[in-house]
Structures are given as structure tokens and as C-alpha cells.
């Protein structure tokens, strides 16, 4: 293959927050072993040498760390990750992301992640007052402040950090407010997600957001973007550049626009290997490191099975107005019927906002983004 991702969890799912809402910790609950453990040198080398052997010369490969929280692997860990790549020799393209809450980042960690070219996802909910609701540390305090304090210390060091926002029911009802308080926090990219209930249910907790909110945050946070967009200052949101490049004709970057699920392998920390994030369950492993290899792990039965239902769409998508838009969205929100839960938040978003997408992606295009 040409290309491969890996989203690896060193740390499994270790977390120094205790977020009310975290998707991992509800997923991880639903396995027969919780928490697979650090990442040991030898999978970590496996890993390595089998993503490279499945890779063919002149591509690339992908390395995403997530967690839990992927930093409590340790820095050791990810410096003895990059030595190892380098002593393998390939001509390959590397590619190196993180996404981190932020609390245990030091100078030392922004000078390896400056060093070494990484893109840093930092979670960030919003509003002091939304983050601090829901992202709390094990004592029970807010983190807002810290996660801050070291956004401004990877800015100091020029690591290229994104933001990423968990769309709350109360976060929803203040998406302006959302927006220009990430913006004020400097220039960096920004990515809203919706907040997902546990597995196999529907609303019912606290956090939970409801598509009417949802559409409602949507239409809100396009008003500020746009109006930024008009006065010459564009701002990478997303959830709105997929749709762009999708009116510009060229593939959108998540899962959930692209109209399938993705095929790259989340590696846990045991190295046993999944389809997708959100389905790090037993049913659906597909293989282990020290057993099988990329190529056989993708082709597995599983892992077709995965892919072909993620092919398919909800049935209300064959006519929809803005299916080559929406594309039906991600799998981990569709409900038991097979519809997507927040269809009527997308076609909320779409009825509004359209005309002034497409005038977005002219404008774009002219400027040659």
C-alpha cells in the first residue's frame, strides 16, 4: 500500500482526567479488559517495522497517538518511537500526531514536539465555564487553566497545535461565544466534535447534545466563521472544509464526510489491533502485532465486515437534497434503526448555510487555499 495510518494507544486507557463524557472509558468499559497496559519497546518496534514492511517506497505512514491520554506513555517512550523509526532507514514520509489533554506537557515535551514535526491535538471545550463543567482532574478541579498555560507554551515554541471541541448540550447553546473564545486564544486550527452518549444509547445524561442543539450550534458557529471569512480572516474549522473541499471537488479529510469508514488500524496498548476508535471492542479485534501482519489485520474477515457496513447508508440518504454533501455521516451515530441521529442537525446546517458555502468555496478557490 501506498499509504498507511496507525492510531496508537500507548498508554491504552490510561487517563490522568476523569472527563464526565469520555467516549474511551465507556468503550473500554465494554471489553473484557479494560485497560491493556503501556506500550512496551518490542510491540512499539513491532509495530514499526510491520507498518513500514506494509508500505510501499515513496509513501507514507501515519502515526496518530491517542488515548486515553497517549503522553502518560512517557517522553522516553516517544523519543525511543522516533530513534527506532530513524534506525529502520526507509524511504518512507513519516508523519507524527497527538492528541493530549495538555496537563502533563512540559518545556521539554514542546521542544520534542518541535523538533520532530508533530501536530498536537489539544482538547479544549469551548468556554472556561463548559471545559471546567466536564473536564476535571482526579481531584475534581476544572483544568481549563492549565490546558491554556500550555497552549501559550507550545505556541512559545512553535508546535503546530489544533483544537478540539466537544460539542456539549451547554456548549451548544453558545456557539458564538465557543468560537471567538478558541479564536482568542490565537491562530490555530479548530475542530468541533459532537459529544457522543455511551454505547447503544440515546440522550439521557447530562452532556448529552441533541440534534436540535446541535444544528443550532452549527448555524451559529458558520456566523462568525463566515463573517471572520468576509473580513479577510479565514479560520480552519474542520467540520466546514470538508464540506468545502467537497464543493471544490476534492476529498474531505475525516471518516465521517467521506462517505466510509476509514482503513487505517488502531493499534491498543497491548498491541492488538481495531478497525476505528470508536469500536475498540472485543468483536470486533482483528488481530495482534505479534501474530499477523498490517496486510493481513486490513484484509481479515473482520475488518471487511467493518468497512462494508460502514459503505452502506442511512435509507433516507438516497433522497436528501445534500447527500453528496453530508454524505450520512459517521457510523457511531447512527441509532438502532440505521438512521443518523443528528440527520435533522445536518439538514438544519445545510438549508442554512449552503449558499454561503459555495460562495465560501468561489472565494477560496480564487485565492488559490
Request: hydrophobic share 35%; with cysteine; proline share 4%.
Given at each position: 500500500?501506498?499509504?498507511?495510518?496507525?492510531?496508537?494507544?500507548?498508554?491504552?486507557?490510561?487517563?490522568?482526567?476523569?472527563?464526565?463524557?469520555?467516549?474511551?472509558?465507556?468503550?473500554?468499559?465494554?471489553?473484557?479488559?479494560?485497560?491493556?497496559?503501556?506500550?512496551?519497546?518490542?510491540?512499539?518496534?513491532?509495530?514499526?517495522?510491520?507498518?513500514?514492511?506494509?508500505?510501499?517506497?515513496?509513501?507514507?505512514?501515519?502515526?496518530?497517538?491517542?488515548?486515553?491520554?497517549?503522553?502518560?506513555?512517557?517522553?522516553?517512550?516517544?523519543?525511543?518511537?522516533?530513534?527506532?523509526?530513524?534506525?529502520?532507514?526507509?524511504?518512507?514520509?513519516?508523519?507524527?500526531?497527538?492528541?493530549?489533554?495538555?496537563?502533563?506537557?512540559?518545556?521539554?515535551?514542546?521542544?520534542?514536539?518541535?523538533?520532530?514535526?508533530?501536530?498536537?491535538?489539544?482538547?479544549?471545550?469551548?468556554?472556561?465555564?463548559?471545559?471546567?463543567?466536564?473536564?476535571?482532574?482526579?481531584?475534581?478541579?476544572?483544568?481549563?487553566?492549565?490546558?491554556?498555560?500550555?497552549?501559550?507554551?507550545?505556541?512559545?515554541?512553535?508546535?503546530?497545535?489544533?483544537l478540539l471541541c466537544v460539542v456539549t448540550g451547554q456548549?451548544?447553546?453558545?456557539?458564538?461565544?465557543?468560537?471567538?473564545?478558541?479564536?482568542?486564544?490565537?491562530?490555530?486550527?479548530?475542530?468541533?466534535?459532537?459529544?457522543?452518549?455511551?454505547?447503544?444509547?440515546?440522550?439521557?445524561?447530562?452532556?448529552?447534545?441533541?440534534?436540535?442543539?446541535?444544528?443550532?450550534?452549527?448555524?451559529?458557529?458558520?456566523?462568525?466563521?463566515?463573517?471572520?471569512?468576509?473580513?479577510?480572516?479565514?479560520?480552519?474549522?474542520?467540520?466546514?472544509?470538508?464540506?468545502?473541499?467537497?464543493?471544490?471537488?476534492?476529498?474531505?479529510?475525516?471518516?465521517?464526510?467521506?462517505?466510509?469508514?476509514?482503513?487505517?488500524?488502531?493499534?491498543?496498548?497491548?498491541?492488538?489491533?481495531?478497525?476505528?476508535?470508536?469500536?475498540?471492542?472485543?468483536?470486533?479485534?482483528?488481530?495482534?502485532?505479534?501474530?499477523?501482519?498490517?496486510?493481513?489485520?486490513?484484509?481479515?474477515?473482520?475488518?471487511?465486515?467493518?468497512?462494508?457496513?460502514?459503505?452502506?447508508?442511512?435509507?433516507?440518504?438516497?433522497?436528501?437534497?445534500?447527500?453528496?454533501?453530508?454524505?450520512?455521516?459517521?457510523?457511531?451515530?447512527?441509532?438502532?434503526?440505521?438512521?443518523?441521529?443528528?440527520?435533522?442537525?445536518?439538514?438544519?446546517?445545510?438549508?442554512?448555510?449552503?449558499?454561503?458555502?459555495?460562495?465560501?468555496?468561489?472565494?477560496?478557490?480564487?485565492?488559490?487555499?
Open positions: 500500500m501506498k499509504h498507511n495510518t496507525f492510531l496508537v494507544k500507548p498508554a491504552s486507557s490510561l487517563c490522568d482526567l476523569r472527563c464526565r463524557y469520555c467516549f474511551y472509558d465507556d468503550v473500554s468499559s465494554s471489553r473484557a479488559c479494560k485497560n491493556m497496559g503501556l506500550l512496551s519497546h518490542e510491540m512499539a518496534r513491532e509495530l514499526i517495522e510491520k507498518a513500514f514492511a506494509a508500505t510501499e517506497d515513496g509513501g507514507s505512514v501515519h502515526f496518530l497517538f491517542q488515548g486515553g491520554e497517549p503522553t502518560l506513555a512517557g517522553l522516553e517512550f516517544f523519543q525511543f518511537f522516533l530513534e527506532t523509526e530513524r534506525s529502520l532507514k526507509r524511504s518512507l514520509s513519516v508523519f507524527h500526531s497527538i492528541q493530549t489533554n495538555g496537563i502533563g506537557l512540559n518545556e521539554a515535551w514542546a521542544s520534542f514536539f518541535k523538533a520532530n514535526s508533530f501536530l498536537v491535538g489539544l482538547s479544549l471545550d469551548g468556554t472556561q465555564e463548559v471545559h471546567d463543567l466536564y473536564r476535571l482532574d482526579a481531584a475534581g478541579h476544572g483544568t481549563w487553566d492549565r490546558a491554556t498555560h500550555t497552549l501559550g507554551l507550545l505556541d512559545a515554541y512553535g508546535v503546530e497545535t489544533n456548549l451548544a447553546r453558545k456557539p458564538q461565544r465557543a468560537f471567538q473564545s478558541l479564536c482568542a486564544l490565537g491562530r490555530h486550527n479548530l475542530q468541533f466534535i459532537p459529544c457522543l452518549d455511551p454505547l447503544d444509547t440515546v440522550g439521557g445524561q447530562a452532556y448529552s447534545l441533541t440534534p436540535e442543539l446541535y444544528g443550532r450550534f452549527l448555524c451559529g458557529v458558520f456566523d462568525v466563521w463566515y463573517q471572520q471569512l468576509q473580513q479577510g480572516n479565514y479560520v480552519s474549522v474542520r467540520n466546514f472544509e470538508d464540506y468545502l473541499r467537497i464543493l471544490l471537488g476534492t476529498p474531505p479529510t475525516s471518516c465521517a464526510s467521506s462517505g466510509s469508514c476509514g482503513h487505517y488500524l488502531t493499534v491498543e496498548g497491548d498491541g492488538s489491533l481495531y478497525p476505528c476508535d470508536f469500536y475498540v471492542l472485543d468483536e470486533w479485534k482483528l488481530g495482534d502485532l505479534s501474530r499477523c501482519t498490517v496486510e493481513a489485520a486490513l484484509a481479515s474477515p473482520t475488518s471487511q465486515t467493518f468497512l462494508a457496513q460502514g459503505r452502506k447508508r442511512p435509507a433516507e440518504c438516497a433522497v436528501c437534497p445534500y447527500r453528496l454533501l453530508c454524505r450520512g455521516g459517521c457510523k457511531r451515530d447512527w441509532d438502532a434503526s440505521g438512521s443518523n441521529r443528528f440527520c435533522t442537525a445536518y439538514r438544519h446546517f445545510f438549508s442554512y448555510a449552503l449558499p454561503r458555502l459555495q460562495t465560501a468555496a468561489h472565494f477560496l478557490a480564487q485565492q488559490g487555499r
